[in-house]
């Protein structure tokens, strides 16, 4: 899997359906990329913000109008880290990390990785799911998560 290549999976609850919301754009920005919105326009997440959802649309400017995001409550998303250091460990729920990266290349920073506690004392963007899932196209891949965004703009 590329840096970058974060897909969307749907709802971790069973029953949610896909949600989008359209917003204008301040940034250049790939499709996939995690983004937010400030301002009632786009912007890419960094590290540590909230994540409104997954851009849906490619080669998107700092003038676009009417740009895709897709917002589904529980959102789950396929990404690589910036390692091989996901562990069968960290799926299930009992690891959270944030994002790095910017346009085209978002990853799960593996440096930030917490254990997930009742209080958590850090903000994580996204809870460890599934170690190397299988069937998405990236088998052979163990820098590969199913990870499911927690730190959400729109509950």
Known sequence: MAAGDTRGTGSA????????????????????????????????A??????AGI??????TSSSTGVPINITPFLTVVMDSNSTFIAATDAGGSSVFDISGGTGAQ????????????????TAQLLCLQYNPQGVGFDSD????????????FA
């Open 13 to 44: 609850v069973t029953g949610i359906a896909d949600a989008t919301l359209y917003v204008d754009s301040n940034v250049t920005a790939a499709i996939n990329d995690l983004v937010n919105v400030q301002s009632a326009q786009m912007e890419l």
């Open 46 to 51: 960094d590290a540590g913000e909230v994540i």
């Open 55 to 60: 851009l849906l649309k490619d080669s998107i």
């Open 107 to 122: 990853i799960v920073n593996t440096s930030t990785r917490a254990a997930r506690v009742a209080t958590p004392s850090n």
């Open 142 to 153: 163990v820098s590969v998560g199913r990870f499911m965004i927690l730190e959400r703009q």
